[in-house]
């Protein structure tokens, strides 16, 4: 079983209490009636759907109810890093780099 | 005339069940924490108002439970926490809280209904529990006085630990059966074993 550690308890908890959220960092668009169809079908259908490290949305719903942003590796499930919402994302070279992939 | 109050009509989940909830197998004693009052408080801005009220410091460290004078109030996020009073205080709690409250942005809500406690207390309770619970239940990473929502296999408990081999589990009433039985099956196992 995975441990994610949760930022806000600040604790490593079970893989079973997280849902996915998918991708982090997919800003909807400030004022929607104004950006073009392609635009607005970029941010609605559009995910990067990398092979390697992916900055996605996760929730601690049986713990702490919070949403948080975690930096996964697509291949190994390695978790490198995970942080609250709202902070910017980690610089990803630094965090592949410590990990040597 | 009738009493309409909430207490009066509360029945036990466990009604079903033998009114004995079974010797104490290998030191490890299963029981009902009995009715309480119970509150979800929400609103960060709402902590310092509350204690005061409440008359036990709420926790806003993560993950920590305070109790006193039959009271506790155990942190379940960031902004939300779980107050547990004795039963027949619940409409004096309420009312307290609500007028010391009445000017802060919150939530309140009375969820005595919703779930019930267990109690396990004993030697190997953590090992019991970690039969269905995928927490780390050392003493140092889980001290007494810490709590925290989580999964005990398909329900959700809010798990408390009060002493060392004494836990309280706050469970919803209609996981109670499964959490009851299920601890049982566990407790009877770990003794053969």
């Known amino acids: ?62 713990g702490c109810g919070r949403f948080f942003n975690a930096i996964r590796h697509t291949v190994t499930d390695r978790i490198l890093a995970t942080y609250k919402a709202g902070e910017p994302k980690p610089d990803l070279a630094t965090l592949t780099g410590e990990t040597g992939r | 005339m009738a009493d309409h109050s909430a207490a009066a009509r509360r029945a036990s989940p466990f009604a079903e069940f033998p009114a004995d909830w079974g010797p104490t197998v290998a030191g490890l004693r299963l029981s009902e924490g009995g009715p309480a009052a119970r509150f979800i408080l929400r609103g960060t801005d709402a902590v310092a108002v509350a204690s005061g009220a409440f008359g036990v410091a709420i926790p806003t460290t993560p993950l920590r439970a305070a109790a006193g004078a039959g009271r506790a109030a155990l942190w379940l996020g960031p902004d939300e926490w779980l107050l547990l009073g004795p039963a027949g205080e619940a409409d004096a709690l309420a009312a307290s809280l609500a007028a010391a409250l009445a000017d802060v942005p919150h939530s309140l809500v009375d969820v005595s209904h919703r779930q019930t406690g267990l109690v396990l207390e004993g030697p190997g309770a953590a090992l019991a529990l970690n039969a269905a619970v995928p927490l780390d239940l050392s003493l140092a990473a889980f001290p007494v006085g810490m709590a925290a929502r989580t999964i005990f296999e398909k329900a959700e408990i809010v798990l408390w630990r009060t002493d060392p081999e004494r836990f309280h589990v706050e469970v919803w009433r209609s996981f109670a059966p499964y959490v009851r039985e299920l601890l049982d099956i566990v407790r009877r196992e770990n003794a053969v074993a």
């Open chain 1, 1 to 62: 079983m995975l441990l994610i550690r949760c930022p806000v308890c600040e604790m490593d908890r079970p893989e079973l209490e997280f849902r996915y959220g998918g991708e982090a960092h997919v800003a909807r668009p400030l004022d929607p009636s104004s950006v073009s169809d392609q635009d607005w079908a970029e941010y609605l259908y559009f995910r990067s759907n990398p092979r390697g490290v992916h900055a996605e949305r996760w929730r601690h719903t049986s």
